[in-house]
């Protein structure tokens, strides 16, 4: 039993993680969008 819920918490975190990730990616895309968008204009 202990094995299963250590193995779930470890599911958890991964996408904590992955979540994390790519809300940083959101952020960089956005800001280099940003930057783009001015440097074009």
């Not at 470890?10 to 001015?38: A, F, P, W």
């Amino acid at each position: 039993i202990l094995d299963m819920i250590k193995r779930m918490a470890d599911g958890l975190n991964v996408q904590k993680h992955r979540n994390m990730i790519g809300n940083v990616v959101k952020q960089t895309t956005r800001s280099l969008e940003l930057e783009n968008g001015s440097l074009q204009n």
